[in-house]
């Protein structure tokens, strides 16, 4: 009884190491389990660039931006939309890691171990905008044939909303993840309803020039401003639908809310071993 005393009076560690270093952990396995995947890395690099490469082409100089004098090529206006879908591609897909370790039975034993569900979500969350920030600022290389020509500060605040996109759409995706047993089901919620919200986020098309519905839609879709950010950024001359404080503010809330989503899924739901 006294052993037992002791020890339930024995101080308690403190919260940032039960917190930080098992997210740590979870976000370094990320990084490497990534990386070793070498498909993985060539897949997220070239599909949106020949998505860009090819769509852009297409459209060339028969698409209009706006109605102001100096119209961009289509190639020019899609670059920030191709960048956001690299975003998206690596942050949602890298959180099919959830599902995967659910299956190998890694995330019961995470569950089990005296590790609070904070940690295992920014652990994860983390590990999955780190990825697809990296992903995404490594497609700035392609800037300059696209016309945009950065200087420090403008490298600085797009790596800024990158940042805040790659993190809301991992949160995204960890809630999405969570509660699924199986990829199959997870690739059919991307498709319904994540990849519609990329195409209307102005990557393809204009606000200006959709139907009603359309801009609607367009303008509660927190996609958008991560959209109309970059493109403000790479392209400062062009007229802006919305002002960059505003837009990052959105982006800040949308990053938020969407860890938010993730922790209360963690906490709500219980693992169970796959069948």
Do not use: C
């Not at 024995?10 to 997210?23: D, E, F, N, R, Y």
């Not at 100096?70 to 670059?79: A, E, L, N």
């Not at 990829?183 to 959709?210: D, E, R, V, Y």
């Amino acid at each position: 009884m006294a052993t037992q005393a002791a020890v339930l009076s024995k101080p308690a560690a403190p919260i940032s190491t039960g917190v930080l270093l098992p997210a740590f952990t979870l976000w370094w396995r990320e990084i490497v389990r990534f990386y070793r995947q070498k498909t993985r890395v060539v897949g997220v690099l070239a599909s949106p660039l020949l998505f860009w490469v090819v769509i852009g082409s297409g459209f060339g100089t028969s698409f209009r931006s706006g109605t102001a004098a100096g119209q961009q090529h289509y190639m020019d206006y899609f670059y920030p939309g191709v960048l956001v879908m690299i975003i998206l591609f690596t942050s949602i897909f890298t959180m099919m890691s959830v599902i995967e370790d659910r299956k190998e039975g890694f995330l019961l034993s995470v569950l089990v171990a005296p590790v609070p569900r904070s940690a295992i979500v920014l652990g994860k969350v983390l590990g999955g905008t780190t990825l697809s920030a990296v992903q995404g600022m490594i497609f700035l290389v392609f800037a300059p044939f696209a016309g945009a020509h950065l200087d420090p500060l403008q490298v600085l605040l797009v790596a800024a909303v990158v940042f805040l996109v790659s993190f809301a759409l991992t949160g995204l995706g960890f809630a999405i993840a969570w509660p699924m047993d199986s990829t199959q089901a997870f690739h059919g919620i991307i498709n319904l309803f994540l990849i519609p919200l990329w195409l209307l986020s102005g990557a393809l098309f204009p606000m200006s020039g959709a139907s009603g519905w359309i801009r609607a839609v367009m303008y509660i879709n927190p996609l958008t401003y991560g959209v109309e950010a970059l493109r403000t950024l790479l392209y400062p001359a062009m007229p802006a639908t919305f002002s960059l404080p505003s837009a990052m503010a959105i982006l800040a809330l949308f990053s938020l809310v969407m860890f938010g989503v993730a922790f209360l899924m963690a906490n709500r739901r219980t693992t169970r071993p796959a069948a």
